[in-house]
Structures are given as structure tokens and as C-alpha cells.
């Protein structure tokens, strides 16, 4: 099992930047591919990003190409999720995800592809 802790939400106005971080204890870190989910109101849990055990595979949905980066410090046991121009439509809770695996270029982009989870942490955009 895989704790993790979620921070850096808040709210900001469009065109603006958040970084989420979250850290993970508990089953080694460097072993887990990493994930970021998002869900807003009334809607299903959505994939963010996605980053391999080794840092150099890395996946985005197609809403937030070119704007959000992931990143993984496992020294500090942390994914990162630099959320930049940032827009109305990307209101929602920020959930991270992590997944064990033996393989070190895995990405993961489903929710079925995860096996913990955090609590997640609110981002509020406002036009």
C-alpha cells in the first residue's frame, strides 16, 4: 500500500498557475508509476497526467497538453503537477494516484490502472 497527500490546490484566476504536489509514503515510491485524476461536479473522474517509475515516460489528456507538466522527485518522495493558463473548465478536485509496477517506462491513463489513491485537494478557477 501506497499513502498519499495531496497540496497546493487553491483558487486563482484564469491565466494563472498552481503546482499540486503530493507525497507518498509507505511502499516505496521510486517502485510506482504515478498519476494525476481530476473530477469536477456531477461528472466522471477524469485523467490528467501520467508519469513512468523512471521519469521518462510521461502522458497528458488532451485538455491539458502544453499547459500542465508532471514531474517526480523521488528523493522526495513527490509528484508534482505544474498547472499553467490555467482556465475556468479546469475547476475540480485534483486527485493523485499511484500504481506499483515492476516496469520502468509504465504510464498508466486510466482510473482502472491505479491502486491508491489520494484524497485529493481542490482547484478553483475563476474567469
Known amino acids: 500500500q501506497v499513502q498519499l497527500v495531496e497540496s497546493g490546490g487553491g483558487s486563482v484566476q484564469a491565466g494563472g498557475s498552481l503546482r499540486l504536489s503530493c507525497v507518498a509514503s509507505?511502499?516505496?515510491?521510486?517502485?510506482?508509476?504515478m498519476g494525476w485524476f481530476r473530477q469536477a461536479p456531477g461528472k466522471e473522474r477524469e485523467f490528467v497526467a501520467a508519469?513512468?517509475?523512471?521519469?521518462?515516460?510521461?502522458s497528458y489528456g488532451d485538455s491539458v497538453k502544453g499547459r500542465f507538466t508532471i514531474s517526480r522527485d523521488d528523493g522526495k518522495n513527490t509528484v508534482y503537477l505544474q498547472m499553467n493558463s490555467l482556465k475556468s473548465e479546469d475547476t475540480a478536485v485534483y486527485y493523485c494516484?499511484?500504481?506499483?509496477?515492476?516496469?520502468?517506462?509504465?504510464?498508466?491513463?486510466?482510473?482502472?490502472?491505479?491502486?491508491?489513491w489520494g484524497q485529493g485537494t481542490q482547484v478553483t478557477v475563476s474567469s
Open positions: 494516484a499511484a500504481h506499483w509496477t515492476p516496469g520502468t517506462t509504465i504510464v498508466k491513463t486510466t482510473v482502472n490502472g491505479y491502486d491508491n
Open positions: 509507505g511502499r516505496t515510491f521510486s517502485l510506482c508509476a
Open positions: 508519469i513512468s517509475r523512471s521519469g521518462s515516460q510521461t
